[in-house]
């Protein structure tokens, strides 16, 4: 194993599970250090002057053209408890529409369009505003308004297949579905039926393909009804490797979205590095964790074939109206891929940005920041407090013993 690297980093700011809700319910990181690239190698040691000699500039841009780089914003969940959807809609009364976000998401904004490709864990569904209306625990649908913001501040990829997929039951999904597809939006995980899922879903950048698969390890005890064709990626490791395999064909760097994992522990479990590893070797340069609704330890492992794999077991809530301390740190996980003529995809750096939830007494007022913007004084006053500890150095020491600050 080449490299092995729990995160570190970063700068900015946590129920129990994604159950319990509201009572309605730079220190940069250590980014991995890119090996001296080629040219930069070829071009410190000038070449025997001879008639047939190419020059360094000739050698630097065949190098170059050779390499490419795709860079990626992966955000954990998009949790919206129902203080997150009231909010936007007094806020949107004031401002005659039906909702606005703004408020909620402005202190993180510019960290999401800032990556070639941005991936999204959307925890809720959006199942349209006619004929579903806005629900919180135990079972989610927010507004159309929250996923055409989102796609505003430039989600490109929303993976679907979580716990709370058939909240809403089989029509549900299904509008969830028409919603996104409706408006334009990279939905991954559920499908209409087998075709739609055997259409794996691509994105080209800088001339890369990139693929995305999503899979979750639960439906909240609920499934799909016998009739429908309805399709939900279910986390099945030797269907997964399969359609790693079909991607691959396809793509030049896969990308897999995990809903897994004990919630509200931190703690990493063997059958998820043991399946992390596995799918590696399958294929997947990108694994993307969620459900926890709280931060784990990130690596890069070097599979058998020399090419690496980025694995984040939970990035935590991306926002969220929980009521554990530790379900308000999160993390927007920043890094590239790199593509080389005759290579496996190597993964150049990574970097993990501390983000805190913050909201006021009875869970008023839910907005984001990020640690770097985050004080001492607004942790000390955040709403949380009545129910769990919370306070500036709570943070600190979380993210330290997850091996992502220093």
Known sequence: ?????????????VLASCGTEEKEEEQPLNVISSPQT?????????????????????????????????SFTALGDNLIHSSIYKQAARRGAQS??????????????????????????QETLICGDDGFVPSTYPRFNSPEALGHYMAELGVDVFTIANNHTLDMGANGLSACLDYYDENGMMRVGAYRD?????????????????SFLSYTESLNGLSLPGDTSLEIGMLDLEVIKSEIAAAKEISDICAVSLHWGLENSGEV???????????????ADIIIGNHPHVLREIEVFENSDGGDTICAYSLGNFISAQSVGTNLIGGVLDFEVTIAEDKEPEIDGFELIP?????????????????SDYTPELAAVHGVRSNSR????????????????E
Not at 1 to 13: G, T
Not at 108 to 119: E, F, N, P
């Open 96 to 121: 005659g529409t039906d909702y606005d976000f703004e408020y909620a998401y402005e202190g993180v904004a510019d960290l999401i369009d800032s990556a070639d490709i941005t991936v999204l864990n």
């Open 1 to 13: 194993m080449k490299k092995q690297i729990a995160a570190a980093a970063l700068s900015a700011l």
């Open 355 to 371: 983000i805190v939830t913050h909201y006021d007494s009875n869970y008023s007022n839910v907005r984001l920041y990020k640690l």
């Open 390 to 405: 919370f306070d500036y150095d709570y943070i600190l020491e979380y993210l330290k013993s997850k091996g992502l600050y």
């Open 194 to 210: 087998s075709a739609d899922r055997e259409n794996i879903r691509t994105m080209e950048a800088n001339g890369v393909t990139v």
């Open 38 to 70: 080629v040219s930069e190698a070829l071009t410190e040691t000038e070449p025997p002057v001879t008639a047939e000699t190419t020059s360094p500039e000739t050698i630097s841009e065949t190098v170059a053209e050779t390499r490419k780089n795709v």
């Open 269 to 283: 479990q063997d059958y998820q590095r043991n399946a992390a590893r596995e799918l590696g070797e399958a294929g």
